[in-house]
């Protein structure tokens, strides 16, 4: 489910522009108003607003309905006219929908509500006009509002057979009613869908991004039934599905069916679409790469587990344990459940972060009841379908099933040159060209006159994909034009007339350059203001561009079409266009959408002055912190040649001037995100101390003192306190954040888990041992009954009481309980990831003590590059493992080395009021 509203607007050209005229101006700005506080794209869909004349041409009939498809929501508007029926071109045109030629005598408007009204799940309003309003509206546009008999009776029976649906109708007298009528009703519906308080899960999130990426995917498949054939035949095989022993040719039971094939040629597409035909309730698949967490192999198997928690109805409130063997063990209970098989689709597998043996870490965690399909990898141990590319008998059967589904017919010579030609061996190559023959509406002959000349002169995808914009761009000008001169099929659509027109001279290069050049996509509500055309302008555009939809984001459906783009209009219409991007999100409200798009594009075209006038900015530093992308702007900040002290105080002068704005909700949250952010960046200062004490003190005055926020603000302050070596005044904040959170959380909770460890932590830092190892004792015990064995809490845990353990001189128990953190982080965090490389240098230090210097070398330095990829050479935490490094190379005698790492070390500079904080 998409955060997106479409509400697609119906009703007939003439008699009732005085109604779009409200929508437009009250109705739509106040619900797209309401929808931007919730986070929610609203955009209206009227291919009537704004046109100079109502539209014949046999395309705009197709179009509409197109758009009343893709809506989520429907405005039905009738008066007395009814509308012109179909004339037997425009039924020709629309061979995709059927039921225009069974209803060849409908008007547009009609037409738009059959089609409404076949879709049950489709949201729904009528709004049925007084007839005596046209008594009331001038002379000289009377006839406008009123239509011949024949046809009020056509308009009364169709009013009457929406009443016979129980449609949600209302009747109105005057078009400004319309303003607290609609604003009200639709709203309503919206509100339902997506209720103030909701807030979506991360999982949910994520599998809306995959089966909308799968959705777009269908789009531009061409199915080969063979290759189907082969995937169900892997899935059906055997009468026992579960038991993969009797399959045959799978002798251990767990080996994946394998689909391999080259470069575009469609196995993403092929898995989506078998994966839709064939998935039941529960089935499963993972495309890597449609969204920024879907190449964490952890997010793989946390969707995997609670798609089947789903399926099996099992009580969603059990924590999902993270990825070792005690998840496969989990799996395999859920599948035993069922005498159905569990299909698990994982595509791109190649593309998952934690390279070295992610494939088959992965594979041991999916048990044998599991049927795996893959792709994106072809050397492990099981079955193989090869995507091979068409033979000429595909190729005949697919043009013309393809071309039947629109009721084309293309010559027996021009199929043979199509199925003859070796480009469209790719699917994909054969499906643009189709296409190209779908959207044509001349001569059959003039089409196939280009094949050869044109289309297939095209030696590649990206050729091909110019010569579709080189056609785009000439059917999409819409230009003024002399008395007498012939218009284009899409230039009458859009409105051109011989003596006057608009201009939309770069529509096709500027809509597609923007996607071009956008990082994650464009929403098509933002292209509509970027390229400053109505709807009826960008629809017929928007339907024939080759575009996915991810969770509201448009983009282009392959990387081909971005290299054609890139190359047909070069660099300089690229920056321009990237500085479009830049003034048009600077003027959007500060949200993660806006500092992705506006942040990536400064630095891009180099405006360093106004990225730093930018991220500057309280907002923007409070949106990175609440979306968990701290290290992203800090990165930001070092394009800029800032350093963390330089930032911090750039932000602490920054909060005296918003302060004086009163431009915040809160206060103290901004404040404490404020803290946090000094927190991670390794920046403790007595100014950061006093904006804890701050932010606690405005908490207190709002929730009181028996909180567990307040307990959590206590934990902060204590820590900051304790980093600055202020032990007496951090030790009772944190026993008295323990003594909240034990009251009001109850000692089975993981924040009092927290609090225990923070206290021990003080404790053990203050050389109190004995007292220091029982409260981390407890931590963990009552963190493993809450999370289970394998976590970050865990691993965190072990790694403090194996340093307590070190501290004591008992090397015995602290090394295993190193290892077991290290394996817990690898497993759960992946490789690149700060607590990993904590774990690391905890091991390498046990074990320098130990006098094992060269794996204790071996650690610092994997540890030391995953602190430099992550907070810089610069950052304290990274000074400290570089000089740990030193001193164990000094300690083996290896002093060229040391000698190879003192330029680092001299580039660093001290820290005098920073404190570090290591797990």
Request: glycine share 6%.
């Amino acid at each position: 489910m998409e955060r997106q509203v479409k509400v697609f607007v119906s009703s007939t050209f003439l008699g009732m522009g005085d109604e779009r005229e409200v929508l437009a101006d009250f109705v739509f700005p106040e619900l797209r108003k309401r929808c931007a506080e919730r986070k929610i794209d609203f955009m209206e869909i009227d291919l009537r607003w704004g046109a100079t004349k109502d539209n014949n041409d046999p395309a705009t009939i197709s179009v509409c309905l197109q758009r009343v498809d893709e809506s989520t929501h429907f405005l039905g508007m009738l008066g007395e006219r009814y509308g012109t029926p179909l004339a037997a071109e425009q039924v020709a045109a629309c061979g995709e929908y059927p039921m225009v030629k069974k209803h060849q005598d409908c008007s547009a408007t009609e037409l738009e509500i059959l089609q409404v009204l076949s879709a049950p799940d489709k949201q729904a309003l009528f709004y049925f006009r007084d007839p005596s309003y046209k008594d009331f509206v001038q002379k000289k546009v009377r006839d406008e509002y009123d239509d011949k008999l024949a046809n009020r009776n056509k308009q009364d029976d169709l009013k009457q057979r929406i009443r016979d649906q129980h449609c949600k109708i209302t009747d109105y007298q005057k078009p400004n009613d319309l303003k607290d009528l609609v604003i009200e009703q639709l709203w309503a519906l919206i509100d339902k869908q997506f209720p103030e308080d909701e807030e979506l899960s991360k999982q949910q999130l994520e599998n809306f991004e995959h089966d909308n990426f799968a959705k777009s995917l269908q789009a531009v498949y061409m199915q080969q039934d063979s290759v189907f054939t082969e995937l169900t035949k892997f899935i059906e095989q055997s009468d026992s599905p579960l038991l993969l022993d009797n399959w045959g040719y799978v002798e251990q039971g767990d080996s994946p069916l394998m689909v391999v094939g080259e470069t575009g040629i469609g196995k993403s597409a092929l898995l989506a679409c078998w994966g839709t035909k064939y998935r039941q309730a529960g089935n499963f698949w993972h495309f890597c790469g449609c969204s920024e967490a879907s190449t964490d192999p952890v997010v793989v198997i946390q969707r995997l587990h609670e798609n089947l928690q789903q399926r099996y109805q099992f009580n969603l409130t059990e924590k999902i344990p993270y990825a070792t063997e005690v998840m496969s063990q989990k799996l395999e209970e859920f599948v035993k459940q069922d005498d159905k098989p569990v299909v698990v689709i994982i595509d791109g597998l190649n593309q998952l972060e934690i390279r070295q043996g992610t494939v088959d870490w992965l594979l041991d965690l999916v048990p044998p009841s599991v049927r795996l399909i893959v792709s994106g990898v072809d050397n492990l141990q099981g079955e193989v379908v090869k995507v091979l590319p068409l033979t000429a008998s595909e190729k005949r059967e697919l043009v013309v099933s393809y071309l039947d589904l629109y009721s084309k017919v293309l010559p027996n010579d021009y199929i043979d040159l199509l199925c003859d030609a070796f480009q469209t061996d790719n699917p994909l190559f054969l499906r643009i060209i189709l296409e190209e023959l779908r959207l044509f509406n001349g001569n059959i002959q003039d089409f196939g006159d280009k094949l050869e000349s044109y289309y297939l002169e095209a030696q590649t995808l990206p050729k091909l994909y110019n010569k579709v914009l080189n056609r785009l761009e000439k059917d999409f000008l819409v230009r003024g034009k002399t008395a007498g001169t012939k218009l284009s099929l899409w230039q009458k659509f859009l409105g051109a007339e011989e003596d006057k027109g608009q201009h939309f001279d770069f529509l096709v290069e500027d809509a597609v350059g923007l996607l071009a050049v956008s990082r994650f996509g464009i929403k098509e509500s933002e292209l509509l203001e970027l390229l400053q055309v109505p709807q009826w302008v960008w629809s017929p555009l928007y339907l024939v561009l080759p575009l996915v939809n991810r969770s509201g984001l448009l983009s282009f459906a392959n990387d081909y079409i971005r290299e054609a783009v890139e190359k047909r209009y070069g660099d300089v219409v690229m920056a321009e266009l990237r500085e479009r991007l830049v003034d048009y999100f600077a003027k959007q409200s500060v949200d993660g959408r806006v500092v992705d798009e506006l942040l990536f594009h400064l630095l891009a075209i180099g405006d360093m002055e106004r990225l730093l006038k930018y991220i500057e900015k309280i907002p923007v530093l409070v949106q990175f912190v609440e979306d968990g992308r701290d290290y992203e702007l800090l990165g930001y900040w070092h394009q800029l040649g800032k350093q963390n002290a330089e930032v911090v105080e750039i932000y602490l002068q920054e909060l005296i001037e918003y302060e004086k704005t009163g431009s915040y909700d809160d206060l103290g949250y901004v404040l404490n995100t404020i803290v946090i952010f000094c927190e991670h960046i390794g920046f403790y200062t007595e100014k950061v101390i006093s904006l804890a004490h701050r932010t606690l003190n405005i908490r207190k005055k709002v929730l009181g003192l028996q909180h567990h926020s307040i307990a959590s603000l206590l934990n902060k302050l204590a820590g900051l306190l304790e980093t600055k070596g202020d032990y007496e005044q951090a030790e009772p904040l944190y026993r008295q954040a323990l003594e909240i959170h034990k009251q009001v959380l109850g000692l089975q909770h993981p924040d009092t888990a927290i609090s225990l460890d923070k206290l021990a932590g003080l404790l053990e830092t203050k050389g109190d041992h004995e007292q220091a190892e029982s409260l981390y004792r407890q931590a963990l015990e009552i963190s493993k009954q809450v999370f289970g064995l394998q976590h970050p809490a865990i691993a965190s845990l072990l790694n403090k009481l194996a340093g307590l353990l070190e501290t004591k001189g008992d090397y015995e128990q602290a090394e295993p309980l190193y290892r077991q953190a290290l394996e817990i982080h690898k497993q759960v965090l992946g490789l690149q990831h700060l607590n990993t490389a904590t774990s690391l240098d905890n091991l390498a230090g046990l074990l320098e003590t130990k006098g094992d210097y060269e794996q204790a070398e071996s650690l610092y330095r994997k540890a030391l590059e995953i602190r430099t990829d992550i907070l810089g050479s610069q950052h304290p935490d990274t000074n400290i493992l570089l000089k740990k490094l030193v001193e164990v190379l000094r300690k083996m005698g290896n002093y060229n080395q040391i000698e190879s790492l003192s330029w680092q070390m001299l580039e660093t500079p001290e820290y005098s009021d920073i404190g570090y904080s290591i797990e």
